[in-house]
């Protein structure tokens, strides 16, 4: 009776454990395959899977370790033993190729699961870098654009000058010019300021001082068409005027437009008035036509000239006109040296003056 009870017991033992044997060998089945993660992001993980759940997968590869990657981020698991890592990637069909008679490679992935081989024969595959490694990467320092300088809209030229003899008779001249230009849009501005002083052997030969205010405003698009108003005041002891003023106003029209080349003509009326050092004084009415070029002859000289014609109303023969002409060289981008010549005729001057006057003169100038 003994023995019975043992292969009984035998028996109960065998049949209530093997679904637990099942169990542990579909595990172990399970925890040993090599699957490929495909993630959201583009890349690939794989490896031998530990643990599946819902909120994660985590496998294992001689690369990275041990890497729980969540469910979240994960597109789809591909199962891969390592039968079917053998397999030729030909053999599996894309999704987007067309359907063969050739069989599918679904069955030996699943012949595959079911007969593990050796664990010496899987080769782990490599991993591709993710692609937050490479992102993390700094990348090269890159210089900031160099932002454009704003358009200067002002500039300043002042320019001195002196002529000394010393011998049977002397002679010392000294002379200044300040000239500031502003322009922005269609407003332009022109201030300009002129002194002699000199004496030749011991005798007054130079005493005059002009300064003239213009303003000037496009009226066309095209900027072509302007209006115009200068005025302007001044002494000169030599010729005996002890106060002038005069203000003129009208309408001109640029010529010529080029980079380097610029000529303008302007009509108008013209207002002057003297007074003389005998108290005598003049006024007069005259039209005004006036001329104004500007040549950039090359990168270092630049010429410059100015012609004012004034016909008095009460008698076209009676006039008066001034002729200026500037050439320049630039000694550097703040340096130049000019050579100017003017010449002011007038055919009703003060008592015992001659009508004309000429002035010519070097001055080394600094531009701002």
């Keep these: 009776m003994r023995p019975q009870r043992r292969n009984r017991n035998r028996g109960l033992c065998i049949g209530g454990c093997w679904p637990v044997l099942v169990w542990l060998v579909f595990l172990n089945a399970c925890w040993a395959e090599t699957v490929t993660l495909h993630l959201r992001n583009g890349d690939r993980v794989t490896g031998e899977m530990l643990s599946l759940d819902t909120d994660s997968v985590t496998i294992t590869n001689r690369l990275l370790g041990k890497l729980a990657v969540p469910v979240a981020q994960v597109e789809r698991l ?34 595959a699961t079911t007969n593990p081989p050796p664990a010496q024969a899987a080769q782990p595959v490599p991993v591709a870098k993710p692609a937050a490694a490479a992102a993390a990467k700094p990348l090269p320092a890159q210089a900031p654009p160099v932002k454009p300088k704003p358009p200067k809209h002002w500039a300043l030229d002042a320019q001195i000058g002196l002529d000394l003899q010393y011998n049977q008779n ?3 001249l000294y002379y200044g010019r300040a000239k500031w230009t502003y322009g922005k849009d269609r407003f332009r501005s022109i201030v300009d300021y002129l002194a002699n002083y000199g004496k030749t052997d011991g005798i007054l030969s130079a005493n005059d001082m002009n300064g003239s205010v213009s303003v000037e405003l496009d009226v066309d698009k095209s900027k072509r068409i302007f209006l115009f108003n200068a005025a302007g005041a001044g002494y000169n002891e030599i010729r005996k005027i002890d106060l002038s003023y005069d203000d003129s106003f009208g309408t001109g029209y640029k010529l010529i437009t080029r980079t380097n080349l610029t000529l303008s003509a302007d009509v108008g009326v013209n207002y002057q008035k003297q007074h003389f050092s005998d108290g005598t004084s003049k006024d007069y009415g005259a039209f005004r036509l006036g001329e104004l070029m500007s040549w950039k002859i090359s990168p270092k000289w630049f010429l410059d000239e100015k012609f004012e014609f004034y016909p008095r109303f009460t008698d076209f023969g009676e006039y008066r006109m001034r002729f200026e002409s500037n050439l320049r060289y630039l000694l550097s981008n703040s340096l130049n040296l000019n050579f100017t010549v003017i010449d002011q005729y007038d055919t009703q ?14 001055t080394l100038g600094i531009k701002f």
Aim: proline fraction near 16%.
């Design 78 to 111: 591909e199962r891969k033993a390592a039968a079917q890592e053998a397999v030729k990637p030909a053999a599996v069909p894309s999704p987007t190729a067309p359907a063969t008679n050739a069989p599918s490679a679904v069955p030996a992935a699943r012949a």
């Design 170 to 172: 002397e002679r010392q």
């Design 349 to 362: 001057p003060a008592p015992a003056v001659a009508k004309n006057d000429l002035l010519l003169r070097a």
